[in-house]
């Protein structure tokens, strides 16, 4: 029998099978079923994230207890202290949240440790505030952030509030695997556990407004502004609300997505990365003559932007808003005299350049990390302690970003409130938002950056992606579309290759990302996705003027599927 075979039967034959998956299991096909047992759901970027189902490799109630079960033997290791201080636990709108944070509450709760569990849906940011504000050991959030509505995910997070990092989720999977039959943990506990399990509402939304409201640098600015909000469908909705609410903005939701519907039914996509999510707030922004259409993702932690220009919407890449909120919040410091000594600025290694430029512009260094906010959180909480620099903002291409590190994850009601100052701020000058980045293109060279995500499902799509990076590590590009390859970066094997030697890469845990730089000053990169079936290409390409990035952007693009084996 196959290790499909027998872990199928295990689950179809178990007494404890949650009743809801029984009919679902019996109408598997043969592909379904391996696809859904050929492995076990692995932690990636972002947690733990995969389809809602049955199976070693869903997001289901039994796989969500091995995994909590695993964090509570972690816990319980760390002492009694540990156990007192407990878990947070947040979730979003998606299918099963709320039953899997409550489960995931009695389940700590059964082994003697306290959890404070929120009341109702609430923004990952808010979670990772929660953990410091309670003085938790940790947290858990249920959310598959941007993914379509078949997905569901579960993050893990520390006591400073940060995603678990490598080395601490590493120990945590040593607990899960260890953990032989998944579908014996039980969450039945007693009257005196039950007292473990806490509640929490407002008790922690009003702290976490008030940090939010706190990063203002213009608050008297006049608010001559329009918005146009989309929580689609998410966590987004009452917490920028409100916050706009208090600040003055004016800000006209979509009403059709301010429901906290789990089959996301009034939007093609809730993930800001595809044009799809803006396809309604463009009506409403062109009905209301909008200055800005902002959009979050369904746990808040990313926002994607719209800005009216030259009389019609043009919609920024994460890698541009973020370059324009950097621009406002440096210059703001400096013209207020409250820029920190030794300033520093995080983003990835899959970010644009142009972030770069500004920070160095301002005096500020930038230090790279690798995709995941946790690196960032990770880097925020070191200089907390070292106080070697202090941080003033961190963000990545994929449109998260972070202004004042009270929270230690991507926070997109701090990022909406400190947009629509920028854009109001911009206003008062004449300008707007896209006006400010075609200032940062004449200063810092034209950028044009884009992402292809070649999507891969399946163990033979897992194979793929594997196969896609072995043979670029085999045969290494020389060039690009005619464009030599200067230097390459491979952060699996740690090493970096310039002008034919050989040096360690340092300063990054192992990860498998490729990158070239080439002779022109454009790069691109490639790795697999940590939260979805995708092999992903980043280019960030220099080009003279837009259209001479646009056209060489088309044709790396190309020379990449040719390369890759993956062309159309």
């Not at 002492?79 to 878990?87: F, T």
């Not at 009003?206 to 203002?216: A, H, K, M, R």
Request: contains cysteine; glycine residues 8%; hydrophobic residues 35%.
């Amino acid at each position: 029998m196959s290790i499909v075979e027998e872990r199928y039967e295990k689950w179809v034959n178990h007494p404890n099978l949650d009743p809801r998956y029984k009919e679902v299991l019996a109408e598997m096909t043969p592909e379904e079923k391996n696809d859904a047992f050929y492995t076990t759901i692995e932690f990636g970027t972002a947690g733990m994230r995969g389809l809602l189902g049955p199976g070693t490799n869903r997001i289901n109630i039994h796989t969500i207890r091995k995994a909590t079960q695993g964090f509570a033997e972690y816990i319980k290791e760390h002492g009694e202290k540990a156990c007192e201080e407990g878990i947070a636990i947040g979730y979003d709108n998606r299918h099963m949240s709320r039953e899997l944070a409550f489960d995931c509450a009695d389940l700590l709760a059964k082994n003697g440790i306290k959890a404070y569990v929120f009341e109702s849906l609430r923004p990952t940011p808010e979670l990772s505030f929660a953990v410091r504000h309670l003085g938790c050991f940790g947290g858990i959030m249920i959310t598959a952030s941007h993914n379509p509505k078949e997905y569901n995910g579960y993050k893990l997070y520390d006591s400073k509030g940060c995603q678990l990092v490598p080395d601490l989720a590493a120990q945590v999977i040593d607990k899960v695997n260890a953990i032989d039959d998944e579908l014996a943990i039980e969450t039945n506990i007693t009257e005196d556990q039950k007292k473990l399990v806490q509640v929490i509402g407002k008790d922690v939304d009003e702290p976490y407004y008030e940090n939010v409201l706190s990063i203002q640098l213009n608050p008297d600015v006049e608010k001559d502004i329009t918005i146009v909000f989309s929580p689609e469908h998410g966590t987004a909705n009452v917490p920028v609300r409100e916050i706009y609410k208090r600040t003055g903005y004016h800000n006209i939701p979509v009403e059709e997505q301010c429901t906290p519907d789990p089959d996301f039914s009034q939007t093609p996509t809730p993930n800001p990365e595809q044009p799809g999510a803006y396809e309604l707030a463009l009506k409403y922004a062109a009905d209301n003559d909008a200055d800005i259409i902002l959009v979050c993702d369904p746990d808040a932690d990313r926002m994607g932007v719209g800005v009216k220009h030259d009389g019609e919407y043009v919609v920024m890449t994460g890698n541009q808003s973020g370059a324009v909120l950097l621009e406002y919040i440096l210059s703001q410091l400096h013209a207020q005299g409250k820029m920190l000594d030794n300033p520093v600025m995080f983003n990835t290694v899959v970010t644009s350049d142009l972030g770069e430029k500004v920070a160095a512009d301002h005096g500020v260094e930038t230090e790279k990390t690798l995709t995941g906010f946790k690196f960032i959180g990770e880097k925020v909480a070191k200089y907390e302690q070292t106080h070697e620099k202090n941080y003033v903002f961190g963000y990545e291409e994929s449109y998260g970003s972070l202004i004042k590190p009270f929270v230690r994850d991507k926070d997109a009601p701090q990022a909406c409130l400190m947009l629509a100052e920028a854009a109001a701020y911009y206003k008062k000058q004449g300008k707007d938002l896209v006006d400010v980045l075609n200032d940062l293109y004449a200063k810092h060279g034209t950028y044009e950056e884009s992402q292809v995500a070649l999507s891969l499902a399946g163990e033979a799509g897992a194979k793929r992606i594997q196969q896609i990076l072995s043979d670029l590590r085999k045969d290494a590009p020389k060039e690009i579309a005619g464009v030599p390859v200067v230097k390459s970066e491979d952060y699996k094997e740690e090493i970096i290759e310039e002008n034919g030697e050989k040096k360690p890469l340092t300063g990054f845990v192992k990860s498998d990302v490729l990158k070239y730089y080439l002779e022109d000053g454009s790069w691109i990169a490639v790795r697999p996705s940590g939260t979805e079936p995708k092999c992903k290409f980043y280019y960030c390409v220099k080009g003279s003027d837009k259209a001479d990035a646009h056209e060489k952007t088309e044709k790396f693009q190309q020379a990449m599927a040719e390369l890759t084996g993956t062309a159309e």
